[in-house]
T-cell receptor, first 110, second 118 residues
Framework: RKEVEQDPGPFNVPEGATVAFNCTYSNSASQSFFWYRQDCRKEPKLLMSVYSSGNEDGRFTAQLNRASQYISLLIRDSKLSDSATYLC???????????FGTGTLLAVQP | EAGVAQSPRYKIIEKRQSVAFWCNPI?????LYWYQQILGQGPKLLIQFQNNGVVDDSQLPKDRFSAERLKGVDSTLKIQPAKLEDSAVYLCASSPLSRGTGGTYEQYFGPGTRLTVT
């Protein structure tokens, strides 16, 4: 079993749609959580951190459920420019080691 | 601020040949990471340096992969001999984290080196 699991998709949605990605992690000692975005043939870039209280950045909302070891990302009012792979990432702690999921591919259609 | 630099951007070699990749992290970043990203998967950490010391190399295939960061700045990753399954993008990242602080810091990735082994 992978330490971080995501639905690989692809998710094909029309512009303006709301889309949600889910992720589960197996190591209960994981300390911090992130969503990274990776465009085709580009490097991953941090989209947002994920906090237990939930956090929002414009059209993006991330939530963490430590009891269920579950992380989510909600994108509202999807834009064509949101098309990318979204990577769920877990940090194990003091050494800043990141464990990446396989990523979920989002394709926003005009 | 200049980002993480990597070279070459692309490399094609035959199996059993050797190859080396170079990375120059963001100035002042103490921690440097090498990741392997196989097509359709997320990046997997190969090795992490703190200055010129190794913090984690648990997933580095040491029979064929080696890495060094002699002066605590730039780094090289070598594969010798290469296998077909080494075809991947090799990403270098850096962060300002100092080990032991208990904090976590954003990792900044370079553009990667796309390796094809034929």
């Amino acid at each position: 079993r992978k330490e971080v699991e995501q639905d690989p998709g692809p998710f094909n949605v029309p512009e303006g749609a709301t889309v949600a990605f889910n992720c589960t992690y197996s190591n209960s000692a994981s300390q911090s959580f992130f969503w990274y975005r990776q465009d085709c043939r580009k490097e991953p870039k941090l989209l947002m951190s994920v906090y237990s209280s939930g956090n929002e950045d414009g059209r993006f909302t991330a939530q963490l459920n430590r009891a269920s070891q579950y992380i989510s990302l909600l994108i509202r009012d999807s834009k064509l420019s949101d098309s990318a792979t979204y990577l769920c990432v877990v940090n194990r702690g003091a050494t800043n080691k990141l464990i990446f999921g396989t990523g979920t591919l989002l394709a926003v259609q005009p | 601020e200049a980002g993480v630099a990597q070279s070459p951007r692309y490399k094609i070699i035959e199996k059993r040949q050797s190859v080396a990749f170079w990375c120059n992290p963001i100035s002042g970043h103490a921690t440097l990471y090498w990741y392997q990203q196989i097509l359709g998967q997320g990046p997997k950490l190969l090795i992490q340096f703190q200055n010129n010391g190794v913090v984690d190399d648990s997933q580095l295939p040491k029979d064929r992969f080696s890495a060094e960061r002699l002066k605590g700045v730039d780094s090289t990753l070598k594969i010798q001999p290469a296998k077909l399954e080494d075809s991947a993008v090799y990403l270098c990242a850096s962060s300002p984290l100092s080990r032991g602080t208990g904090g976590t810091y954003e990792q900044y990735f370079g553009p990667g080196t796309r390796l094809t082994v034929t």
